[in-house]
Structures are given as C-alpha cells and as structure tokens.
C-alpha cells in the first residue's frame, strides 16, 4: 500500500523550531519530486519548499526562504522540513506530497503532484 505520513507537528513559541518529517511506505522515495505544502485558516493552500527526484535540487517560497530546509534521507525513506525562526504567520497545517514522476526538477505547483499526507498541525504561539 502507498503511504505518506507527515509527523513532527505541534506547539511552539515564535522564534523556535520544528523538524516535520514525510515517511514513505510503498514506493522509493527519491525516486519521485516531494513537495512541502502548508494551509492555514481561511487561506489558500500554499507552497512551500519541494526536492527533486534524486539528486535534490530544491525550491523555496520567499515566505519561508532562508527560515526553511528540506532534505532527504534515503536510508529511511523519509523527506525533512526543518523549520526555525518560526512565526506565528506559519501556523497551518504542513502536508507533503509526491509527484509520481521523475524529475530533476521541482515546482511547489499544488496540482502537479497526485499523491498526498494527511497532514501535521503546526501551531506557532506565545
């Protein structure tokens, strides 16, 4: 069964860190572009960060860039987000996403990925 589970959410002060995590069952990982999306109330889902099939060529959106990592650990089958100096504007809910092609590039364009987490909540708050 192709699965992908977004962990690491919860609580934090502005100015703190987080490191999300997408675990992949099913499928090789690196072999396909991942995608960071993050939605939060009453907005429009936006993305954030994505890492090409295996050679890990990112993007960033300028609302994130500099603040953000993405990564990969092949050995795990898993795609990190590290998240620092984060501000109460990045509460949402932070998805990632697959898209079923390879590519050695990558767009943080919602629609041209097809296989989706359930998400992980982030909540940036004093």
């Known amino acids: 069964q192709l699965q992908l589970v977004e962990s690491g959410g919860g609580l934090v002060q502005p100015g703190g860190s987080l490191r999300l995590s997408c675990a992949a069952s099913?499928?090789?990982?690196?072999?396909?572009?991942i995608g960071w999306f993050r939605q939060a109330p009453g907005k429009e889902r936006e993305g954030i960060s994505c890492i090409s099939s295996r050679y890990g060529s990112t993007n960033y959106a300028d609302s994130v860039k500099g603040r953000f990592t993405i990564s990969r650990d092949n050995a795990k089958n898993t795609v990190y987000l590290q998240m620092n100096s984060l501000k109460p504007e990045d509460t949402a809910i932070y998805y990632c996403?697959?898209?079923?092609?390879?590519?050695?590039?990558?767009?943080?364009?919602?629609?041209?990925?097809?296989?989706w987490g359930q998400g992980t909540q982030v909540t940036v708050s004093s």
């Open positions: 996403a697959a898209r079923r092609v390879y590519s050695s590039s990558c767009s943080t364009m919602a629609y041209e990925y097809n296989f």
């Open positions: 099913g499928f090789t990982l690196d072999y396909y572009p």
